[in-house]
């Protein structure tokens, strides 16, 4: 019902910024709350960062705050994430993702994201 391509993946050397995009159709996007996961090789997926519909909350993982930054264009129906000063250990396919609840996305609800992307490689060099 709701599609999300992400783009802007990449590789990048320590110390190096990305900024990943994802572009969503299929509802009115401004209705959305979005948000990115991640899943490096061999470990389950994890929350990066959530934004409500209305761009007024913000919510990061632990290991991002103060590296990386969610904000949305709703008139390009578009959520961005940031990432700078970039680590190995962020290496990573990104996922974009939607759901009716900030409160799923941010974890502190269970059950299933409403959507998800396909996904975009990140590769952080030492």
């Known amino acids: 019902q709701v599609q999300l391509v992400e783009s802007g993946g990449g590789l990048v050397q320590a110390g190096g910024s990305l900024r990943l995009s994802c572009a969503a159709s299929g509802r009115t996007f401004s209705s959305l709350n979005m948000g990115w996961f991640r899943q490096a090789p061999g470990k389950e997926r994890e929350f990066v960062a959530a934004i409500s519909w209305s761009g007024d909350s913000t919510y990061y993982a632990d290991s991002v705050k103060g590296r990386f930054t969610i904000s949305r264009d709703n008139a390009k129906n578009t959520v961005y994430l940031q990432m700078n000063s970039l680590k190995p250990e962020d290496t990573a396919v990104y996922y974009c993702?939607?759901?009716?609840?900030?409160?799923?996305?941010?974890?502190?609800?269970?059950?299933?994201?409403?959507?998800w992307g396909q996904g975009t490689q990140v590769t952080v060099s030492s």
């Open positions: 993702v939607e759901d009716r609840s900030l409160r799923t996305i941010v974890r502190i609800s269970g059950g299933p994201i409403d959507s």
